[in-house]
């Protein structure tokens, strides 16, 4: 069984940065995580995908945050952060962790690629 512990998020000042960190626990039977992601869901609309990055080292960025956010994983620790500059009030939500052992070329940005989830980080972004 493999868990995702999301921390950081807050509150943020317009113009301010955000770190989040998420770190996979698994026993040794559990699955091999390969991909991992943030995703964020603000009230009212979809969750969808931030930034996200493969053992291969490969991210991918959703284009409100290219150029604004950077995502890193530390594979012998299966842990990833997120730091975004520049936050601003759309960058408000919950930022939920995903997880899969599935390998893909290309780190997905689609909800439905990924097996494991976090409980989520809720972030405000004040303007």
């Known amino acids: 069984q493999v868990q995702l512990v999301e921390s950081g998020g807050g509150s943020v000042q317009a113009g301010g940065s955000l770190r989040l960190s998420c770190a996979a626990s698994s026993s040794s039977t559990s699955m091999s995580i390969y991909c991992m992601a943030w995703f964020r869901q603000a009230p009212g609309k979809e969750r969808e995908g931030v930034a996200a990055i493969c053992n291969n080292g490969r991210a991918n960025y959703e284009n409100s945050v290219k150029g604004r956010g950077t995502i890193s994983r530390d594979n012998a620790k299966n842990t990833i952060t997120f730091d975004m500059i520049d936050v601003g009030p759309d960058d408000s939500g919950t930022y939920f962790c995903?997880?899969?052992?599935?390998?893909?070329?290309?780190?997905?940005?689609?909800?439905?690629?990924?097996?494991?989830w976090g409980q989520g980080t809720r972030v405000t972004a004040s303007s």
């Open positions: 995903a997880a899969t052992d599935d390998r893909y070329y290309v780190a997905p940005l689609i909800r439905s690629y990924y097996k494991v």
